[in-house]
């Protein structure tokens, strides 16, 4: 299973980017997609998740960050509006698969690099 993460970049404080993470490889399904971040100097922290249409973010990106999937296309998106300096980080996308007779499997993509920045 391979997760391919796109769509990171620079924006300016207050501008706006999607990122895109697909799923590919052979699997029986995908149950919880999420995104999480690593700040230079920092831990790796969620930032959001989907599972079965139920959504989680953290605080810090709630009303700014918006995580969908298209289930079809095993791809999980993350719109990120009203971007701010600190949430500079790279951004690795997350993605729990089933694959009886396992219950779930945690696999990571590279991660893609968001700048924000004047």
């Known amino acids: 299973v391979q997760l391919q993460a796109c769509g990171g970049g620079l924006a300016q404080p207050g501008g706006s980017l999607t990122l895109s993470c697909v799923a590919s490889g052979r699997f029986f399904s995908i149950n919880a997609m999420g995104w999480y971040r690593q700040g230079p100097g920092g831990q790796r922290e969620l930032v959001a998740s989907?599972?079965?249409?139920?959504?989680n973010y953290r605080d810090s990106v709630k009303g700014r960050f918006t995580i969908s999937r298209d289930n079809a296309k095993n791809t999980v998106y993350l719109r990120m509006n009203s971007l701010k300096p600190e949430d500079t980080a790279v951004y690795y996308c997350n993605a729990e698969v089933i694959n009886p007779p396992y219950a779930g499997v945690d696999y990571w993509g590279k991660g893609t690099q968001v700048t924000v920045s004047s």
């Open positions: 989907i599972t079965s249409g139920r959504t």
